[in-house]
């Protein structure tokens, strides 16, 4: 299959087995659930009153005081006292295979292309820091998108670049809605919210051979 590239007359071909795959929802929710339960930290402890520090003396005799019975001031009951069902570190990794992560990642794209939200450069670069000359350059790519009713301030636009470059990193912090990775650093979730996914024509190789 090909793709135009964006503003221009040429065409890429891509790889039919990776850009045109049948969307299967369950498989993509499995590495996006996976992805983000990966991403748990999983840290968090909490005591039970075997586990709090003080409250080996039983508090008062059992009986003639008038008093409820107590054998700890660290029960659960009681103020500082340990947690009935205390919180433990644990992992919340969920493991999915490489083979169908993979799968699901080329469902993604496909999916993308098929919705027309998928474009092709020649390259993404831009000579200076600054912001205001990087949104030129954006309106120059999207000019078509824009006359169409496109928001630049509100969309979610990805570019996927071979390497990070520092000026455009620089001149796109200032936008919220603008994300730069590098093809090594995709993940199914970034993908996902992308509304437009802007790729150069060397990470598209990249991605190729990684999915193959």
């Known amino acids: 299959m090909e793709l135009q590239l964006l503003n221009s007359t040429k065409k890429v071909k891509l790889a039919e087995e990776i850009f045109s795959c049948e969307f299967k929802e369950a498989l993509v929710h499995q590495a996006v659930t996976s992805y983000l339960s990966s991403g748990r930290a999983g840290t968090v402890a909490q005591k039970t009153r ?28 009681w103020r500082k006292g340990g947690v009935i069902f205390a919180a433990k570190p644990r992992s919340y990794k969920q493991k999915m295979n490489k083979k169908a992560y993979r799968l699901a990642l080329r469902s993604i794209l496909s999916e993308l292309i098929r919705q027309e939200r998928f474009a092709v450069v020649e390259s993404l670069t831009t000579e200076t820091h600054k912001t205001k000359d990087f949104l ?3 309106n120059e790519l999207f000019k078509d998108s824009i006359n169409a009713g496109m928001n630049l301030s509100k969309s979610r636009i990805l570019m996927i670049t071979e390497t990070l470059d520092e000026n455009l990193l620089r001149a796109s912090r200032n936008l919220g809605g603008i994300e730069i990775r590098a093809v090594q650093n995709l993940d199914p979730v970034v993908l996902v919210n992308a509304e437009k996914v802007l790729i150069t024509k060397a990470s598209l190789k990249n991605i190729e051979e990684w999915l193959k």
């Open 136 to 138: 030129k350059t954006l």
């Open 50 to 77: 075997a586990e709090v520090r003080g409250g080996g003396i039983k508090p008062w005799r059992q009986k003639g005081t008038g008093r409820a019975r107590a054998g700890t001031i660290r029960s659960p009951l």
